[in-house]
């Protein structure tokens, strides 16, 4: 379970414009649960899960991962996070940088080859594995940072456009691969963020649209995503969005 209880994150200081990225933002996140994160550009969504991730400290407000605080849920058990702008070592081959994240990552050292090599076969990137991670395209950037999310198992998936740049036949893999972790883990709690409500209304459970820093409305999935996708725009003309 996640509790996020009036989380308000400003950026800027002194003379300096400061935007109100979260206002007082209210949510909760079942265990066992996705839940999708939609809303427009600047809504407050990445800012969001840099809270969530332990990366952005709020300027108000709590955060309780299965009862701790982001850091010491980190600290603890570690959680898996993919970034909307996934970062690698250009100049370092794919498996080897797959494995140095293994080891921060908390990853028992006679164990990290078998790990990488399972990641990367189920990403599509064992015949990439002596690449450089520089000459990887966008999607296979993609595809590896969901191979660093299949290092260790999660009770928590935050997943911040996770789709971007993938192209339809790994999107569909990626519905299978996320669908698998929830069976191994039925208690596994996942927040996903994009601006593919059809994918979205195939894979959450449940929609929360955000909207200048705040959650403007929920809304249960129905398989439907037309509805789905005429029912957000309606949250979010309601709260005054043109």
């Not at 066992?32 to 899960?49: C, E, I, R, Y």
């Not at 070592?89 to 797959?98: G, S, T």
């Not at 990853?107 to 790990?115: D, G, L, T």
């Not at 459970?205 to 439907?224: F, N, P, Y």
Request: charged share 30%.
């Amino acid at each position: 379970m996640i509790e996020i209880s009036g989380v308000t994150k400003r950026y800027g200081r002194g003379f300096r414009r400061r935007v109100t990225a979260l206002d007082s933002l209210d949510l909760e996140l079942e265990g066992g649960k996705t839940v999708a994160l939609v809303g427009p550009n600047g809504a407050g969504k990445s800012t969001l899960f840099g809270v969530l991730a332990g990366l952005v400290r709020p300027d108000g407000g709590s955060v309780r991962i299965e009862g701790r605080t982001p850091s010491d849920r980190i600290r603890a058990d570690g959680i898996g996070f993919l970034p909307d702008r996934i970062r690698f070592a250009n100049r370092r081959p794919v498996a080897e940088e797959l494995g140095r994240l293994a080891i921060l990552d908390g990853c028992p050292v006679r164990e990290i080859s078998s790990r990488v090599d399972h990641a990367l076969e189920a990403t599509g990137l064992r015949e990439r594995r002596k690449s450089m991670c520089g000459s990887l395209s966008n999607g296979m950037r993609q595809r590896l940072g969901l191979a660093q999310l299949l290092l260790r198992p999660r009770s928590v998936l935050l997943l911040d456009e996770p789709m971007a740049g993938l192209d339809p036949l790994w999107r569909s893999r990626f519905r299978s691969l996320l669908s698998g972790l929830r069976a191994a883990d039925p208690d596994m709690t996942v927040l996903i963020s994009s601006h593919e409500l059809g994918e979205m209304a195939r894979i959450a459970d449940r929609v929360a649209v955000i909207q200048a820093g705040r959650v403007a409305g929920t809304l249960e999935i129905d398989g439907d995503s037309t509805s789905m996708e005429r029912r957000v725009l309606e949250i979010l003309e309601l709260d005054g969005v043109e």
